[in-house]
């Protein structure tokens, strides 16, 4: 018995393994179709593989297979997500690019429009980039 658990696990890494540098060279959409699909993929690589880092290589992927240029929030049927609010201004996401988010700065009070600026994904803090993820993952399994 304890043999066949070994060897079991020994399979099971060797796949995980083989399917990371798939995912390496081919991309994360790219393997997802080898295996079945995008969610098939990412029981087979478990928690472990979805750090920030790798969460945003999946969203930059998601978003250059849709159009190569953006994605919209309201797009998705999504709300904007609020990245910062010091009382008199508030800063949201309303667009996302495959390099960066476009954030859309408002004064509190009035509404007012303060323009935009870009911030990098890298710069987001893991509950927002788990929001895009979680948003992308399930329009992107939706949609194909």
Do not use: C, W
Request: zero cysteines; hydrophobic letters at 35%; charged letters at 30%.
């Amino acid at each position: 018995m304890k043999e066949l658990i070994r060897h079991i696990i020994k399979e099971e890494t060797s796949r995980k393994t083989k399917l990371l540098k798939m995912v390496d060279s081919i991309g994360v959409l790219n393997t997802a179709d080898v295996v079945g699909g995008v969610e098939k993929l990412f029981d087979i690589l478990g928690n472990e593989f979805f750090t920030d880092s790798n969460k945003i290589d999946i969203i930059k992927e998601i978003i250059e297979s849709n159009n190569g240029e953006y994605i919209s929030l309201s797009e998705l049927g999504e709300e904007p997500i609020l990245v910062d609010d010091d009382g008199v201004e508030f800063s949201q996401i309303e667009i996302l690019y495959s390099t960066d988010v476009m954030l859309y700065h408002y004064e509190k009070e009035t509404g007012k429009d303060h323009g935009e600026s870009f911030m990098d994904y890298v710069q987001l803090r893991s509950y927002i980039i788990d929001d895009i993820f979680n948003m992308l993952v399930d329009y992107y399994i939706n949609n194909n």
